[in-house]
């Protein structure tokens, strides 16, 4: 039996244990052969040696986190004591600035944080149009959100524009309460969660009420032509042909797209077809547009999320072979 002290001098231990100690509950949920104790600003560590260098290494890479990024989520904090791969660790301790896309508010920091997500950044820095496809809870519609407000600013645009077709709003709109833009809001809540986190509240206000940032459905796109702008197409797999061959062609002079969608979930009445597939077959090898495919192992939700997704995929494979991007 040995036994050592970890100092967590460097970040807030309040932080690091968590509210009621939840997160010091995942440590010794983590290593159950272990004794673990909290005292003060110190973790004490009774066991095996060869136990405690491991929950060692771990408690590591978590302060080193915590240094760079002042908090650290309870979802994170499991994945980074239960992540063994190096590609997990390397997401979680890299030490590059320039992987962080946006300082958020209270210190938060914005990055891509797996190997596809990064493919997206570098896509959107190569290319003017970029479709990123992929299931729910990949990080493309947060990582988009990412790049337009580090494109506004450093002014590389003046304006961003999100956007999503309101499908499920169709023919019920006007059994819904409110008026059109409460009707409407609730389809683009998540474009409005991921700016919270990137934009401190009164500064995404103001923006707001000047139209440097536009949130809208996508029939309010058709007429205009978007110049000088950043525009995200979100859940593209719920527009048809047209639809999305309008929202292509209203992109304007110096303006940047991100086109998002999860062709697994269309909400499209049963006689339409999703224009999505379309689009992504007859605009490959363009160039200046990218084609980026992300995966459950971009998923950076909590850990079930992961599970989940595969889990439907296998009953797919089992359904039919055919696959949606085998065209």
Known sequence: MTETIINLDSVNPIEFFGVNNRKLDLLKKRFPLLKILSRGTQIKISGAPEHIENAREKIELIIQYMERNGDLSANYFEQILGGDDAETIDNFVERNPNDVLVFGPNGKTVRARTANQKRMVGASDKNDIVFAIGPAGTGKTYTAVALAV???????????????????????????????KEKIDPYLRPLY?????????????????????????????????LDNAFIILDEAQNTNDLQLKMFLTRIGANAKAIITGDPTQIDLPKNQRSGLDKAIRILQNIDGIAHIELD????????????????????KEKESPQSYHQH
């Open 150 to 180: 580090r494109a506004l600013k450093n002014k590389l645009v003046k304006k961003i524009i999100l956007t999503r077709p309101a499908v499920e709003a169709g023919e019920n709109l006007g059994f819904l309460p409110g008026d059109l």
């Open 193 to 225: 969660d991921a700016l919270d986190d990137m934009i401190p509240a009164d500064k995404l206000g103001y923006y707001m009420s000047t139209r440097t940032i536009e949130i809208a459905p996508l029939a309010y796109m058709r007429g205009r032509t």
């Open 296 to 315: 459950e192992e971009d998923v950076v939700r909590h850990k079930l999320v992961k599970a989940i997704i595969k889990a439907y995929e296998r009953e």
